[in-house]
C-alpha cells in the first residue's frame, strides 16, 4: 500500500474535508451578503428573505461542524 502523504500531520482526507468545509463558509458568507436600500436610508424588506435568514446560516454553520472532523479524523492504520 502506497504511503499517504502527510502535510503537517493532515492527510489527503483530512485536507478535503477541510476544502469542501471552507467552500461551504464562503458560499455561506456570500449569500448573506447584500440587501442594502438604494438611498442607504429606507428599510429594505430583501434583508429578510429565505436566503440570507435561512440557508446562510445552515450553511455556515455546516461549513464550521465539518471543520472539526477534519482536524480530528484520523484513517485506520493497516498493518
Request: hydrophobic share 50%.
Amino acid at each position: 500500500m502506497a504511503q499517504e502523504s502527510k502535510y503537517y500531520g493532515f492527510t489527503r482526507a483530512n485536507l478535503w474535508i477541510l476544502a469542501v468545509s471552507m467552500i461551504l463558509l464562503v458560499i455561506g458568507y456570500a449569500l448573506m451578503s447584500g440587501g442594502k436600500s438604494a438611498d442607504g436610508v429606507s428599510f429594505d424588506p430583501e434583508v429578510f428573505n429565505f436566503r440570507r435568514i435561512v440557508l446562510a446560516p445552515i450553511l455556515t454553520t455546516l461549513g464550521y461542524l465539518g471543520i472539526i472532523p477534519a482536524l480530528l479524523y484520523r484513517p485506520k492504520q493497516g498493518k
